[in-house]
């Protein structure tokens, strides 16, 4: 069965505190793999799009990386303002996209 | 540019009435989806919209129609409102590009409460 999994489901981190989030998926024919930013009461935002094994992406604190199997959301010297949920999202046809449940992350000052 | 705006942003309806979510976008864009999140379970993909005058089901179609009226808006419509329907909605555009559909640029969503 396609499915695309996160964790953690919830992450705290003290400003400044690096670390990483994980999106695992098992969806064949994979078509791009993709990272949104979502802040409270409000629509997902577009990171990131990754397409093959090995691609790594930047911007700002936040680099993504994919594997055959997985993708890392890495976030060095994270900010409060860095606080939100985090999601990815795999197309898997032309027009389709499962999306994970989420990271949500606390970064405290 | 408003990118892709949705009304109304808050809804509540009592079991059995209907509504329709409206939605548009001024990026020209070729594709269009409505997808519910509810908490722990990610977006589901209700409906989608490849082109002008066409639609798709999704993940999740059941209780719902959609309509694309033209490039610009794509439309759901709740004939008949069930409390299993209460979750946020967004609407979401895309462009196609070398590599199939790109990412998807998301509207505030609505709030829809169904008593």
């Known amino acids: 069965e396609d499915q695309v999994t996160q964790s953690p489901e919830a992450l705290r981190l003290q400003e400044g505190e690096s670390s990483s989030l994980n999106c695992s998926y098992t969806?064949?024919?994979?078509?791009?793999l993709f990272w949104y930013r979502q802040d409270p009461g409000k629509g997902p935002e577009f990171l990131f799009t990754?397409?093959?094994a090995g691609e790594e992406k930047e911007k700002e604190r936040l680099k993504a990386t994919l594997t055959k199997k997985e993708s890392f959301l890495h976030i060095t010297a994270p900010k409060p303002e860095d606080s939100a949920t985090y999601l990815c999202a795999v197309k898997y046809n032309f027009n389709k996209f499962y999306f994970g449940s989420g990271t949500k992350l606390n970064v405290k000052p | 540019n408003a990118g892709v705006t949705q009304t109304p942003k808050f809804q509540v309806l009592k079991t059995g009435q209907s509504m329709t979510l409206q939605c548009a976008q001024d990026?020209?864009?070729?594709?269009m989806y409505w997808y519910r999140q509810d908490p722990g379970m990610g977006l589901r993909l209700i409906y989608y919209s490849a082109s002008e005058g066409t639609t798709d089901k999704g993940e999740v179609p059941n209780g719902y129609n959609v309509s694309r009226l033209n490039k610009r808006e794509f439309s759901l419509r709740l004939e008949s409102a069930a409390p299993s329907q209460t979750s946020v909605y967004f609407c979401?555009?895309?462009?196609?590009?070398?590599?199939?559909?790109?990412?998807?640029?998301f509207g505030p969503g609505t709030r829809l409460t169904v008593l």
């Open positions: 969806v064949s024919g994979l078509r791009g």
């Open positions: 979401a555009s895309s462009q196609l590009g070398l590599a199939g559909h790109n990412e998807q640029f």
């Open positions: 990026m020209n864009h070729n594709s």
């Open positions: 990754l397409y093959s």
